[in-house]
């Protein structure tokens, strides 16, 4: 099969789908010699994608002209259909949502999440048109849906009314650099890097209202009024939407010298914050997998966090589950785990054998499977 793979609406600052791809064409590239692979990327982003495959060929687009939104789906519902034609393309896989309307190509088109019509607050108003408008058509002319939790699967099926057999689930993955670090100095540097002198409860995500920040900040001023120890939150992220609501708590809390917002933190350096947190909470109202919930049970890390969407399917019997908008089940979580030393190092244990459930490698084999099928293969 000549398969292409529509890598054009990527970032070129990976995160999220970006980090998905990349790990996904990597994977495939490792386990499929057979078919023969188009990666259409931007022009600027050729660095993230290399590989040295004879079956893997990447053809670029103008990043000066079409890192603009518009003008990408433009592209991609125009030309791409006259590029699918020119290489023989027998399988497209789309992997944001979109895909060309007018193709006789078979489709594989990924859904990561249904925040557009679950969170719809949590976007900006034209992005819930273009995107409720694209998963509506995309979800009956693609020929194959891939979800990346069963959550997720049961939301299209439910919202968009698609046929259980046509979804497919590949469960994402994360990068070997998150595991259990034993460098007690370089954990120390690093957290010092971030003005941590701590011990330190931690979350990692966008500071935007769906991940529940705001519970978590108030939970945690609840609990340090109960325990004898110093410990502080640190919140690691980016800001996004709404975030100026979760300063103005800090501040009326009066908790401005507990919490600790480092903004975004070099990828290179979160293991190692992750490895020197007492624990991660994670409490977001909804997530298609929830990737930092992997990545910190991945180190080792006792881990809390929602009991809704696709939170439970990740962490399984590995840590703490709450119902995200109860702030004493969460602050009780919390004071538990600080309190219990064979908790931690059962939660521990349990996380890294539960981490090791997900990887790319699998990501890469359902999603071949995937093509297969469309193509009756």
């Not at 670029?60 to 023989?88: A, G, M």
């Not at 996004?240 to 809390?253: A, D, S």
Request: charged share 25%.
């Amino acid at each position: 099969m000549n398969i292409a793979i529509d890598a054009t609406s990527v970032p070129k600052n990976k995160t999220g789908v970006g980090v998905y791809l990349v790990n996904l064409i990597t994977e495939l590239s490792n386990i499929d010699d057979d078919n023969c692979y188009y990666i259409f990327i931007q022009s600027d982003d050729i660095d993230s994608f290399y590989l040295n495959k004879s079956n893997f060929h990447f053809i670029t687009i103008d990043s000066d002209k079409y890192r603009k939104v518009l003008l990408r789906l433009l592209w991609e519902q125009f030309i791409l259909p006259k590029k699918l034609k020119q290489y023989d393309i027998d399988v497209l896989h789309s992997p944001h949502y979109t895909t060309p309307f007018f193709s006789r190509v078979s489709r594989v088109i990924t859904f990561h999440d249904m925040t557009f019509y679950i969170l719809p607050k949590s976007h900006t108003f034209f992005k819930r048109l273009l995107f409720k408008t694209y998963m509506k058509i995309s979800s009956k002319i693609g020929d194959k849906i891939l979800t990346v939790s069963k959550s997720t699967a049961k939301d299209v099926q439910k919202i968009l009314n698609v046929n259980p057999d046509k979804i497919c689930v590949t469960y994402n993955a994360n990068k070997d650099i998150y595991r259990p670090i034993n460098d007690k100095d370089k954990i120390k540097n690093i957290c010092h890097k971030y003005e941590v002198r701590n011990d330190y409860i931690l979350f990692v995500g966008t500071l935007e209202p769906r991940k529940n920040i705001k519970t978590l900040i108030k939970s945690f001023s609840k609990l340090i009024k109960e325990i004898n120890t110093d410990i502080k939150l640190v919140i690691v992220g980016k800001k996004g939407w709404m975030y100026k609501e979760i300063f103005e708590l800090v501040k009326k809390l009066g908790i401005e010298k507990e919490v600790i917002f480092t903004g975004f933190v070099d990828l290179d350096d979160l293991p190692y914050l992750y490895n020197g947190a007492e624990m991660f909470v994670y409490p977001s109202v909804y997530e298609g997998f929830g990737i930092p919930v992997l990545e910190a049970i991945s180190c080792g890390v006792p881990t809390i966090t929602s009991n809704v969407s696709s939170m439970p399917e990740v962490i399984g019997e590995a840590g703490i589950t709450v119902n995200p908008t109860n702030i004493i089940e969460l602050k009780n979580s919390m004071k538990k785990i600080i309190n219990n030393d064979n908790l931690k190092e059962n939660l521990k244990n349990l996380g890294i054998e539960q981490s090791k459930k997900f990887t790319w490698e699998s990501c890469a084999i359902e999603t071949l499977r995937a093509y297969k099928s469309v193509k009756n293969i």
